[in-house]
């Protein structure tokens, strides 16, 4: 396929977070398939991006960075340093960078990209795969607001979004709805094998767990009640969930999540020190 000479959206690396985003994108109208070049070094990705989402494609980093206007960064952390050195030449004014890079700050991007294009860093979780993440967004300095109202269009289409006024905030994003998926499928294993200890097969234990963590998702979400209150709602006195409860809290589970997400932001941000110190 011959390439145009200008495209809207380009997106370095097309992993599956990135396909996420630019299926998110397209799902919701805010790009067409027409306006999208996307590069990867892997020429099987590739073909399942053009397959699947009907693009144009690269190998080339260079060709996004020198005919896209958004710039979707969705490489590996570990080789942000070395493919933002190889495009930052070809970088102008007007231009903007997205990273969805854990550990890569704002800093480091401007160090690496150049003082070009406007920056916005972000944190989504695997669950923007269904359209039901979470995010969180950093708008560095100078963001014009129509930028700014656009990129919140695209987050909004992934699932929910928060904007952080503080970059190293979103160190505690990445702890808690960037790693909390993983948790969470932990809890989902805990029900499910109480589940088959109680008699049900395998089967049955795994749907009831799985609905029972939707179910009580939503009743979280739209019930328009505390997690305190919904807990009460459930844990009558003297009854089988107050039972239950008392052997999670008597094994300290709630701070056992809390040390969980603060473990994991605390490894976000070292790993962001690490990268600030790369040269």
């Given at each position: 396929m011959k390439l145009k000479s200008k495209y809207r959206y380009g997106f370095i690396g097309i992993g599956k977070m990135a396909q996420a985003i630019l299926g998110s994108m397209l799902r919701a109208?805010?790009?067409?398939?027409s306006e999208v070049l996307v590069s990867d070094p892997s020429a099987a990705?590739?073909?399942e991006a053009a397959r699947r989402f009907r693009v144009a494609t690269t190998v080339d980093n260079l060709e996004v960075?020198?005919?896209?206007?958004?710039?979707?960064?969705?490489?590996?952390?570990?080789?942000?340093?070395?493919?933002?050195?190889?495009i930052s030449s070809d970088l102008r004014k007007g231009?903007?960078?997205l990273s969805m890079m854990a550990g890569v700050s704002t800093r480091s991007l401007r160090r690496w990209a150049g003082p070009a294009p406007a920056l916005v860093r972000f944190m989504p979780n695997t669950p923007a795969l269904l359209g039901a993440g979470a995010t969180g967004v950093y708008f560095a300095a100078g963001i014009p607001p129509a930028l700014r109202k656009r990129a919140e269009k695209i987050f909004a289409a992934m699932g929910k979004y928060i904007a952080v006024p503080r970059e190293a905030l979103l160190d505690g994003v990445t702890g808690l709805s960037g790693s909390g998926p993983a948790f969470v499928y932990l809890v989902a294993l805990g029900l499910i094998e109480g589940g088959r200890r109680s008699g049900l097969n395998p089967a049955q234990a795994k749907t009831l767990a799985v609905q029972t963590l939707l179910g009580a998702s939503r009743m979280l979400a739209e019930a328009g009640h505390e997690p305190e209150a919904l807990i009460q709602h459930v844990a009558?006195?003297?009854?089988?969930?107050?039972?239950?409860?008392?052997?999670?809290?008597a094994r300290g589970l709630r701070a056992l999540l809390a040390e969980a997400v603060a473990a994991a932001t605390r490894r976000a941000a070292e790993i962001r020190e690490q990268n600030e110190c790369t040269r």
């Open positions: 109208s805010l790009a067409k398939a990705t590739l073909r960075a020198r005919r896209c206007e958004w710039i979707w960064l969705g490489t590996k952390p570990f080789h942000a340093a070395e493919v933002l050195r190889g231009q903007t960078l009558t006195k003297g009854g089988t969930t107050e039972a239950g409860l008392k052997v999670l809290e």
